[in-house]
C-alpha cells in the first residue's frame, strides 16, 4: 500500500496546465509593518499650517498685491490664452490648501497597488460619504520588504492525471490514469503577498494563498471485464464500452505564485446504457494535481 501511495504522489508530479481567474482580492491594512507606518495624505487650510509656513507665503504673497494669472480656455473650438488678477486679501489666504502626510490608524480591509516606492491601499467601504477620504499608502525605501494578508475568490481550470480508488469488500484497489480530463474548481482563497522594492532594478512581488473549494468535472472511463467484474452481468473479455463520466468533489490546493499543488477527494458518476456495471460508480477517490499556471482565464 505505501509503495502505491508513493507512486500516486510521483504520478501526480506529471506538469498540469491552471488556468486561474481571481475575484477581489482584499487586503488587511495594519497601522505599521516593523518600521514602515501607514500614512495618508490630507489636505490641511492655510490656517492650520505651521506659523513659518504661513509666514513665508504671506511674505511670498503680501496682502494688498495683485498677481497675474495665466489660463488657457478654449473658445468656438480654439485655444485661448487669459490673464486675469487676483487681489491677495483674506480671502485669498482662506482658499490656500497643501497636502501633508500624517500618520494614520490601520486595521482595515482594502485593495492594494504596487506603484515604484509606494504601496496605495484603496479602502474597502461601506459608506459613499467616504469615497474622498480613503486613499492611503506605505513608503518604502531600497531593500524595504512588506508582507500584506489576503483573502479571494478564486476560480481555477485544472486537470487530475491521477486517481486512487479505494478497496472495497468485493472490488480491489485501484490506480487509474485519466482520460482527457477537466475540472472547474470554484473556492475561497486567504494568502499572504509580499512585496519587496528595489530601487532602480525592478521589485518583486511573491503570493502564498490556500484555496478551499468543490469542483465539477468531466472524462471518461473505458469498461471492460475487469471494471465491471462486480456486476450481476459483467462484460465479456471481447466487449469494451466507452462511458462519460461527471465528477464533483472537493479540494485544498496551495499556489506559490505560479505554482499550484492541490488535493482531491471526489466522485465519478458513469454516464449512460450499462453505466451501472462500473465497480468504481458513484464511489470516493482521491488525487493530486501538481502544476504550473500557463495563463490567466
Not at 472495497?168 to 503577498?193: C, D, P, R, W, Y
Not at 462511458?243 to 506559490?256: E, R
Request: hydrophobic letters at 35%.
Amino acid at each position: 500500500m505505501k509503495t502505491k501511495i508513493v507512486l500516486l504522489f510521483l504520478l501526480g508530479l506529471m506538469i498540469t496546465a491552471f488556468g486561474q481567474e481571481n475575484f477581489k482580492r482584499t487586503y488587511y491594512i495594519p497601522k505599521k509593518f516593523q518600521k514602515i507606518i501607514l500614512k495618508k495624505d490630507e489636505s490641511v487650510k492655510f490656517s492650520n499650517w505651521d506659523r513659518n509656513d504661513i509666514e513665508s507665503v504671506k511674505k511670498i504673497y503680501p496682502q494688498g498685491n495683485l498677481i497675474q494669472v495665466r489660463e488657457q480656455i478654449e473658445i468656438n473650438g480654439k485655444p485661448h490664452t487669459i490673464f486675469r488678477e487676483i487681489k491677495i486679501d483674506d480671502s485669498f489666504y482662506e482658499n490656500l490648501t497643501t497636502k501633508k502626510e500624517k500618520d494614520v490608524e490601520g486595521g482595515f480591509w482594502g485593495y492594494v497597488k504596487f506603484d515604484e516606492n509606494k504601496i496605495i491601499i484603496n479602502k474597502n467601504i461601506s459608506e459613499s460619504n467616504e469615497r474622498e477620504d480613503c486613499i492611503y499608502h506605505y513608503d518604502l525605501i531600497n531593500r524595504d520588504n512588506i508582507g500584506l494578508y489576503f483573502y479571494e475568490g478564486t476560480i481555477s481550470a485544472f486537470t487530475i492525471p491521477i486517481k486512487y480508488r479505494f478497496k472495497q469488500s468485493n472490488i480491489s484497489e485501484e490506480f487509474s490514469t485519466a482520460a482527457l480530463n477537466a475540472n472547474l474548481f470554484i473556492g475561497f482563497s486567504v494568502g499572504k503577498t509580499s512585496f519587496f522594492y528595489r530601487e532602480k532594478v525592478g521589485s518583486i512581488t511573491n503570493n502564498h494563498k490556500l484555496t478551499l473549494g468543490v469542483f465539477l468535472g468531466s472524462s471518461t472511463v473505458e469498461l471492460n471485464k475487469n471494471n465491471t467484474s462486480a456486476a450481476e452481468i459483467p462484460l465479456s473479455e471481447d466487449v469494451k464500452i466507452t462511458k462519460g463520466l461527471a465528477s464533483i468533489g472537493f479540494g485544498l490546493a496551495y499556489s506559490y505564485n505560479k505554482i499550484n499543488i492541490g488535493g482531491f477527494v471526489g466522485w465519478d458518476y458513469a454516464i449512460g446504457l450499462d453505466s451501472e456495471k462500473w465497480n468504481y460508480n458513484k464511489q470516493p477517490w482521491i488525487g493530486i494535481a501538481i502544476g504550473y499556471s500557463l495563463f490567466n482565464l
